[in-house]
C-alpha cells in the first residue's frame, strides 16, 4: 500500500524539513491542524477528528474514493494488514503499527505522536512551504486545503489505553 505504488499519483514527494512557512492563502485545515499542534495533546486518547487527520496523512483517501495516494513512508508490515511507517526508523512491530483491530490501542491512537514529515494531525505538524502549492502539488497542501467534510468521511476508532 506504500507509496511504491503510487510513483505516478500526480503529488510531488515531500522532503524532510520542518521548516515553517507563510503563504497566500491558509486552508481551513490547515488553521485546524496548526491549532490543535499549538494546544498540545493532554488527554488520554486522541481526538477523533485529530485521528482522522492522521489516517489521510498517512494513508491518504484512496480507500474511500478519493484520490490522496498513502504517504511516501508507508510501510506494509510482515503481518498481513497491518502497516508502519518506515520514516521513523521504529520498525515493525505491534507498538508501531498504526492502526491495529477492533479495540486494540494502536500508534495513532497516542495523543502526542510526531511525524518525520510533520504532517497534519501530528503533535509536530508543520504547514506547508509555499511552493507546495505549485504543480504538482506535495500531499501535505492537498490535506490542508480539504474540505472538512472530506475528513469527516475517514472512518476511524478511537482507543483509549488501559
Ligand atoms: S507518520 Fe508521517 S511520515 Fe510516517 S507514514 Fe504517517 S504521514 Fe508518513
Given at each position: 500500500m506504500g507509496c511504491k505504488n503510487c510513483k505516478n499519483s500526480g503529488f510531488r514527494k515531500l522532503n524532510e524539513t520542518k521548516k515553517n512557512a507563510l503563504k497566500k492563502g491558509i486552508g481551513m485545515v490547515q488553521s485546524y491542524a496548526s491549532a490543535l499542534a499549538s494546544r498540545g495533546f493532554g488527554n488520554k486518547k486522541v481526538e477523533k477528528a485529530t485521528k482522522q487527520l492522521r489516517v489521510i496523512s498517512c494513508f491518504g483517501n484512496q480507500h474511500v474514493g478519493g484520490v490522496l495516494p498513502p504517504c511516501q513512508h508507508l510501510e506494509n508490515s510482515k503481518s498481513v494488514g497491518k502497516h508502519f511507517c518506515g520514516?521513523?526508523?521504529?520498525?515493525?512491530?505491534e507498538a508501531t503499527w498504526l492502526i491495529s483491530e477492533g479495540n486494540e490501542y494502536s500508534?495513532?491512537?497516542?495523543p502526542k505522536l510526531s511525524c518525520p514529515l510533520g504532517m497534519?494531525?501530528?503533535?509536530?505538524y508543520t504547514a506547508s512551504e509555499p511552493n507546495e502549492a505549485e504543480e504538482p502539488i506535495t500531499r501535505k497542501y492537498y490535506i490542508e486545503n480539504m474540505e472538512y467534510t472530506e475528513i469527516q468521511d475517514i472512518p476511524v476508532t478511537v482507543q483509549v489505553k488501559q
Open positions: 520514516g521513523c526508523g521504529c520498525g515493525d512491530r500508534k495513532l491512537d497516542h497534519p494531525g501530528f503533535t509536530d
